[in-house]
């Protein structure tokens, strides 16, 4: 499988800085970029364009709910025009900034709650798959792999958008294919070996197994990779070389 690495980059804020992104760049392909709304300030979304061009990464836009106080990790009601408006200002701030240098956003994958709650409710769905649609058609749109993809895939042709699937080698699944939520014991895979394993299984069988043992078809077009600690690093070149291998 042509599966990319991708990891969620530019979180830093202000004078905070989060994660390793100069280090980790090599060693990636996609870059998830925050732009304001969790994480991010144009200054940083600059410094992140910029990296993301010097190694010739495709940049993607990382939409969030507007909280940055709870890194966009807190459940929100929002209309599906709110939804629509706080996509679209979003994107269109990074697209800005990234014609200043010459380079276009390739793909839109939501951030946080509102990445859980599109996978969890189709009008949350329909909400962004219509906000990339309005501001471009040939953006890609990402969301978790699960036993959706076929249901999610009709919808977003309804809106004339492709869809690219995302594969979680250090977060468990649920039987039903879902995220277990960060909260729950055993949310997070830490350990390096096992998260290797993991995603040799994915790229040899395109399975993986839930938290139960159930085995998981997932097709994978990406494979998310977090770089916010120091040991992240080692991980992700040793997924870097494993995808070499293959």
Do not use: W
């Not at 995302?166 to 998260?195: C, M, W």
Request: glycine share 6%; with cysteine; net charge positive.
């Amino acid at each position: 499988m042509n599966i990319k690495l991708n990891c969620d980059m530019g979180e830093g804020f202000g004078t905070y800085s989060m994660g390793l992104d100069e280090k980790i760049m090599p060693y990636i392909q996609m870059a998830n970029l925050a732009c304001g709304f969790h994480a991010a300030d144009p200054v940083t979304m600059h410094k992140s364009i910029k990296l993301c061009k010097e190694h010739d990464i495709q940049i993607g836009c990382h939409p969030s709910y507007p909280d940055l106080v709870g890194f966009g990790r807190r459940e929100m009601n929002c209309s599906s025009e709110e939804i629509v408006a706080f996509v679209l200002y979003q994107l269109g701030a990074l697209s800005a900034l990234c014609k200043s240098y010459g380079v276009t956003v390739s793909y839109l994958k939501p951030h946080g709650a509102l990445y859980n709650q599109m996978m969890q409710d189709e009008s949350i769905f329909r909400s962004i798959a219509k906000a990339v649609a309005k501001f471009d058609t040939n953006l890609k749109l990402m969301i978790l792999s699960s036993s959706k993809n076929d249901n999610y895939a009709n919808i977003a042709n309804k809106y004339n958008i492709s869809l690219l699937y995302e594969v979680f080698a250090d977060r468990a699944y649920t039987n039903e294919g879902l995220l277990v939520p960060r909260g729950q014991h055993n949310a997070v895979i830490s350990g390096k070996e096992e998260v290797l394993e993991r995603a040799k299984q994915l790229m040899r069988k395109g399975s993986l197994k839930s938290i139960s043992g159930k085995k998981l078809k997932l097709k994978a077009d990406a494979l998310c990779v977090h770089g916010d600690n120091k040991s992240a690093l080692k991980l992700i070149k040793s997924l870097h070389k494993l995808q070499n291998d293959f």
